[in-house]
């Protein structure tokens, strides 16, 4: 366990199975215990940047489509979803007077160096301005983290570029368990508190994908691998708990990947 306040400029990435349901509705006590958590750092004088997936979760409320869908069918959800995602954001951030704005990135936006500088720029300056930024794929053009990602891995890139030094990401599970099949298991050890290097026998305790999000535990393992690469500490926790980011100081299930 650590002290979330020792750390001053924290990305916190959302899953798209925290942000919506199966059908598409909106999780809404989920999105406000962020939000308070939010307006909670923003008081101690923390920076903060969101990086939130759910715009193809979002997008299947008003629009029917079948349960596999195909690249062209989650792009044309996300250009819906992405609309109904920030005006959620919105509702709940409202309630604390924090203004917010809208970034929709790519991975290779965070790579390029005009790209990436234009990017770095329009963050700070948000910040400055007290703006939160929130930050999406821009899914409508690219498909990296359609495919695989869940913005696990545009989190980790986004929190190397503005220097980040922890990144949290809100999973629905409450870090990396030694197997898959211990996920639901009330066993003792089964759940690694602490990771200092990302190795073979790290990865293999990696599970599958989730239905709504897909990256799954493979990709957060990689997110991970890219910040401690970058000095950045990252942590995996559960968005379902009532203080999901407050109480991760006093929480013991959650996974630190912590560089030593």
Same mark, same amino acid.
């Given at each position: ?8 400029? #924290? !990305?916190?990435?959302?899953?798209? +199975? $925290? ?11 989920? @999105? &406000? ?16 940047? #969101? !990086?939130?997936?759910?715009?193809? +979760? $979002? ?11 195909? @690249? &062209? ?46 990017a770095k720029q329009t963050v700070t300056k948000l910040i400055q301005m007290g703006c939160l930024p929130i930050i999406n794929e821009n899914d409508s053009t690219a498909t990296d983290e359609i495919k695989f990602g869940d913005n ?109």
């Amino acid at each position: 366990m650590r002290d979330v306040g020792q750390y001053n400029r #924290i !990305v916190i990435k959302v899953g798209s +199975a $925290l942000i919506a349901q199966p059908n598409g509705k909106l999780n809404q006590e989920i @999105l &406000a215990a962020i939000c308070e958590d939010v307006a909670w750092l923003l008081k101690k004088d923390k920076e903060i940047l #969101i !990086v939130s997936s759910g715009a193809i +979760a $979002l997008g299947r409320k008003k629009i029917k489509t079948s349960s596999n869908l195909t @690249l &062209a069918d989650s792009q044309a959800m996300a250009a819906h979803g992405q609309i109904e995602l920030m005006l959620a954001w919105k509702r709940q951030l409202n309630k604390f007077s924090i203004p917010i704005g809208q970034m929709l990135l790519t991975p290779r936006d965070t790579e390029i160096k005009i790209s990436s500088q234009n990017a770095k720029q329009t963050v700070t300056k948000l910040i400055q301005m007290g703006c939160l930024p929130i930050i999406n794929e821009n899914d409508s053009t690219a498909t990296d983290e359609i495919k695989f990602g869940d913005n696990d891995l545009l989190a980790a890139k986004v929190a190397k570029l503005v220097n980040a030094d922890l990144l949290v990401v809100l999973s629905t599970i409450d870090g990396l368990y030694t197997s898959q099949e211990n996920i639901f298991s009330k066993k003792s050890g089964v759940l690694v508190t602490e990771v200092s290097k990302i190795n073979a026998k790290i990865k293999k305790m990696a599970g599958e994908a989730s239905y709504m999000g897909k990256g799954g535990m493979i990709s957060k393992i990689e997110a991970a691998e890219i910040c401690l690469k970058n000095n950045c500490v990252m942590v995996i926790t559960s968005g379902n708990n009532k203080k999901p980011i407050r109480g991760l100081s006093k929480r013991k299930k959650s996974t630190w990947f912590i560089k030593k």
